[in-house]
């Protein structure tokens, strides 16, 4: 009667009696064993256990009852065979019942299919992503196996995140933007301009795929918009950063920022500045935008902007998050300015912060200071610890081995250009530093195939196409040397490398006797570079030669005014400064004029240095209490 309760119950106790009605030798004490077993399987069954553990301890149960009571006919391993089968495609819980049955509908369903032909082996790219082809899922998201191949979607990918209705996992969106931005990293170093084009393109396809699990992502956006840029598509640029901020609602600093920096590279600079603005506003703290929008006032001659605009972006952005660019350029503006003590505290303060200390644009611009001051042991040791940070830094092996060359050592110099440009050999800097010192060496054979390389690598370098025309001319060979300079200036007449190429074009006429086309040349130089004084003065000097004294004071004049109107320009301090620096500006203006400079006082000498001292001091606690080094 116990055997026919749990026969009617579950498939389990029709197993079970089976197993009893086969063994009807068996003794009392079996049959009691073998019903206890049917009741542990009905109990099982009627709350649905269904892991492999828990089949694996009923049919050990009844193997010890089976063994105990001799029964171990073919029924009884088909009695195990069942109840591990009917276990397995059970429900873990009364939620999944549903999904159980399709599962088990869909696995009755492949087996058919695969029974009735001859289909493909299950291989791993059977079985990987096949989006686009093969057997589609059905309704309920599981995979049917078929010749097609597999359309299985990948755990946290978009298109599985938009079927289960979860959102995708965010590593595999970074994964996607990390291959994406080193693909249009190593289009930046591609010999060919085909293979450039070819990896950006690329490059653009993997962004637009990370770009489908987070539209609000600004990463894509920005990774995109720097690739057209690169290709100079600033149209497509603009909608794909305008895209971007519709996307993020305004509220992404990053992409605010690029397309400041692309209107700036378009010669818009109100809608820069406006656009640095919205960067600053959407995140006080994004140091790039600080450092951006401090460049652009820099290059505008804003001198003062700018040394304020890096001062807020040192103060506001977190310690922890410091930005060596900022404390970089303050100590370069500080240098450029004649500031040395300023501007060694500031590069000091930078390598003190976790990103400074790995800047080698710090450590260069340190050594370049200390090399200028005449400290040669200090600015080596600086600019070994920049190669240590960056071994492949071609600024460090530019400005050392450019550095060790003055100084006489030929042998040093070339070594360090030479590992410089073994390490970057699409650098077209380096390859001409090379080339003038071999030039300089009297290696004129050599000097040309480095100059040539150079001009390969970057047509449009212009102090390349100068440095081989003096070399040549310095070798005599001057027809060839004319050609160059004439090369180099069809590259970009109005950029300011062109000034140099005019000036040095027009000192080979006037020594040619060509006086007519050497004024010519001075004429375009100054129209380029108006506040070059060296053009001035140079063709002051030819007129002087040639006898017109009344034009030598007229272009003198007109030198003055320029130096005037760029010295205005470029106050970097408060007006007070200004006025504290003008004994300088006035001796500059004298030595021009052919004037006798007026002889300074102890007393504004005292004063002047007084206030330099005091100025130094308040910069220095805008960004940080430092002991001032008296040197």
């Given at each position: 009667s116990l055997a026919r309760v749990t026969a009617t119950s579950t498939p389990h106790g029709a197993c079970a009696r089976a197993g009893v009605a086969s063994s009807s030798a068996s003794t009392t004490h079996s049959m009691r064993s073998a019903s206890r077993c049917a009741m542990r399987a009905s109990g099982a069954a009627s709350l649905q256990c269904v892991g492999l553990r828990d089949a694996r301890d009923d049919s050990s149960a009844l193997k010890r009852g089976m063994r105990r009571s001799g029964v171990r006919s073919t029924v009884f391993r088909r009695t195990l065979a069942t109840r591990a089968a009917s276990s397995a495609s059970m429900s873990f819980d009364d939620d999944e019942e549903l999904g159980s049955k399709e599962i088990?509908?869909?696995?009755?369903?492949?087996?058919?299919?695969?029974?009735?032909?001859?289909?493909?082996?299950?291989?791993?790219?059977?079985?990987?992503?096949?989006?686009?082809?093969?057997?589609p899922a059905n309704d309920s998201g599981t995979l049917a196996l078929g010749k097609g191949g597999s359309t299985m979607k990948m755990l946290g990918s978009a298109e599985e995140g938009a079927a289960t209705g979860s959102a995708p996992l965010r590593i595999n969106q970074d994964l996607k933007l990390w291959r994406a931005r080193e693909m249009r990293n190593k289009a930046a170093h591609a010999r060919s301009k085909e293979e450039r084009l070819a990896m950006r393109l690329e490059a653009i396809s993997?962004?637009?795929k990370a770009m489908e699990y987070d539209p609000t992502d600004g990463r894509a956006y920005c990774g995109i918009g720097q690739i057209l840029t690169q290709m100079r598509r600033l149209d497509d640029a603009r909608k794909v950063?305008?895209?971007?901020?519709?996307?993020?609602?305004?509220?992404?600093?990053?992409?605010?920022?690029?397309?400041?920096?692309?209107?700036?590279?378009?010669?818009?600079?109100?809608?820069?500045?406006?656009?640095?603005?919205?960067?600053?506003?959407?995140?006080?703290t994004h140091a790039a935008a600080w450092h951006g929008w401090g460049t652009l006032e820099k290059n505008q001659g804003?001198?003062?902007?700018?040394?304020?605009?890096?001062?807020?972006?040192?103060?506001?952005?977190?310690?922890?998050?410091?930005?060596?660019?900022l404390y970089h350029s303050l100590g370069v503006m500080a240098f450029e300015r004649g500031r040395t003590t300023e501007a060694r505290e500031h590069f000091k303060q930078g390598v003190r912060t976790a990103a400074g200390a790995q800047s080698a644009a710090i450590w260069q611009s340190w050594g370049i200071l200390e090399a200028q001051v005449g400290d040669e042991e200090q600015a080596r040791?600086?600019?070994?610890?920049?190669?240590?940070v960056c071994p492949k830094s071609k600024y460090i092996w530019l400005a050392w081995g450019v550095w060790e060359a003055k100084l006489g050592y030929i042998e040093r110099a070339r070594e360090l250009l030479s590992k410089g440009c073994k390490l970057n050999p699409m650098d077209t800097y380096l390859l001409q530093a090379l080339a003038k010192l071999e030039a300089e060496s009297g290696n004129i054979g050599l000097a040309r195939k480095l100059f040539e390389q150079g001009t390969?690598?970057?047509?449009?370098?212009?102090?390349?196409?100068?440095?081989w025309a003096l070399a040549e001319w310095r070798a005599g060979e001057i027809d060839r040397a004319r050609n160059l300079f004439q090369r180099g200036v069809w590259v970009d007449p109005k950029k300011k490398d062109a000034a140099k190429l005019f000036h040095a074009w027009g000192v080979l006429e006037e020594r040619e006797g060509n006086i007519s086309l050497a004024r010519q040349l001075y004429k375009c130089a100054v129209k380029v570079d108006p506040g070059s004084e060296r053009i001035w003065l140079t063709w002051a000097a030819m007129e002087d030669k040639q006898g017109d004294e009344m034009r030598a004071i007229e272009i003198?004049?007109?030198?003055?005014?320029?130096?005037?109107?760029?010295?205005?320009?470029?106050?970097d301090l408060s007006p007070v400064a200004a006025f504290g620096n003008m004994g300088g500006m006035l001796k500059q203006l004298a030595s021009v004029l052919g004037l006798d400079a007026p002889a300074d006082s102890a007393d504004d000498e005292e004063e002047v240095e007084a206030f330099d001292q005091k100025e130094l001091t308040n910069a220095e606690l805008m960004y940080g209490e430092f002991a001032i080094k008296e040197e």
């Amino acid at each position: 009667s116990l055997a026919r309760v749990t026969a009617t119950s579950t498939p389990h106790g029709a197993c079970a009696r089976a197993g009893v009605a086969s063994s009807s030798a068996s003794t009392t004490h079996s049959m009691r064993s073998a019903s206890r077993c049917a009741m542990r399987a009905s109990g099982a069954a009627s709350l649905q256990c269904v892991g492999l553990r828990d089949a694996r301890d009923d049919s050990s149960a009844l193997k010890r009852g089976m063994r105990r009571s001799g029964v171990r006919s073919t029924v009884f391993r088909r009695t195990l065979a069942t109840r591990a089968a009917s276990s397995a495609s059970m429900s873990f819980d009364d939620d999944e019942e549903l999904g159980s049955k399709e599962i088990g509908s869909a696995r009755r369903d492949a087996s058919a299919s695969t029974s009735a032909a001859s289909s493909e082996p299950l291989t791993y790219e059977n079985a990987v992503l096949n989006r686009k082809g093969g057997s589609p899922a059905n309704d309920s998201g599981t995979l049917a196996l078929g010749k097609g191949g597999s359309t299985m979607k990948m755990l946290g990918s978009a298109e599985e995140g938009a079927a289960t209705g979860s959102a995708p996992l965010r590593i595999n969106q970074d994964l996607k933007l990390w291959r994406a931005r080193e693909m249009r990293n190593k289009a930046a170093h591609a010999r060919s301009k085909e293979e450039r084009l070819a990896m950006r393109l690329e490059a653009i396809s993997m962004f637009e795929k990370a770009m489908e699990y987070d539209p609000t992502d600004g990463r894509a956006y920005c990774g995109i918009g720097q690739i057209l840029t690169q290709m100079r598509r600033l149209d497509d640029a603009r909608k794909v950063y305008q895209d971007g901020c519709d996307a993020t609602g305004g509220d992404n600093a990053y992409i605010w920022q690029a397309f400041a920096v692309l209107e700036e590279k378009a010669g818009n600079i109100a809608k820069a500045r406006k656009y640095y603005d919205a960067a600053t506003a959407a995140d006080k703290t994004h140091a790039a935008a600080w450092h951006g929008w401090g460049t652009l006032e820099k290059n505008q001659g804003n001198y003062q902007r700018a040394r304020e605009l890096y001062l807020k972006g040192v103060r506001l952005v977190p310690l922890q998050d410091a930005s060596a660019h900022l404390y970089h350029s303050l100590g370069v503006m500080a240098f450029e300015r004649g500031r040395t003590t300023e501007a060694r505290e500031h590069f000091k303060q930078g390598v003190r912060t976790a990103a400074g200390a790995q800047s080698a644009a710090i450590w260069q611009s340190w050594g370049i200071l200390e090399a200028q001051v005449g400290d040669e042991e200090q600015a080596r040791k600086l600019f070994q610890k920049g190669l240590v940070v960056c071994p492949k830094s071609k600024y460090i092996w530019l400005a050392w081995g450019v550095w060790e060359a003055k100084l006489g050592y030929i042998e040093r110099a070339r070594e360090l250009l030479s590992k410089g440009c073994k390490l970057n050999p699409m650098d077209t800097y380096l390859l001409q530093a090379l080339a003038k010192l071999e030039a300089e060496s009297g290696n004129i054979g050599l000097a040309r195939k480095l100059f040539e390389q150079g001009t390969v690598l970057d047509s449009r370098h212009q102090p390349n196409w100068n440095a081989w025309a003096l070399a040549e001319w310095r070798a005599g060979e001057i027809d060839r040397a004319r050609n160059l300079f004439q090369r180099g200036v069809w590259v970009d007449p109005k950029k300011k490398d062109a000034a140099k190429l005019f000036h040095a074009w027009g000192v080979l006429e006037e020594r040619e006797g060509n006086i007519s086309l050497a004024r010519q040349l001075y004429k375009c130089a100054v129209k380029v570079d108006p506040g070059s004084e060296r053009i001035w003065l140079t063709w002051a000097a030819m007129e002087d030669k040639q006898g017109d004294e009344m034009r030598a004071i007229e272009i003198r004049n007109m030198c003055a005014q320029q130096l005037a109107e760029v010295s205005v320009g470029n106050t970097d301090l408060s007006p007070v400064a200004a006025f504290g620096n003008m004994g300088g500006m006035l001796k500059q203006l004298a030595s021009v004029l052919g004037l006798d400079a007026p002889a300074d006082s102890a007393d504004d000498e005292e004063e002047v240095e007084a206030f330099d001292q005091k100025e130094l001091t308040n910069a220095e606690l805008m960004y940080g209490e430092f002991a001032i080094k008296e040197e």
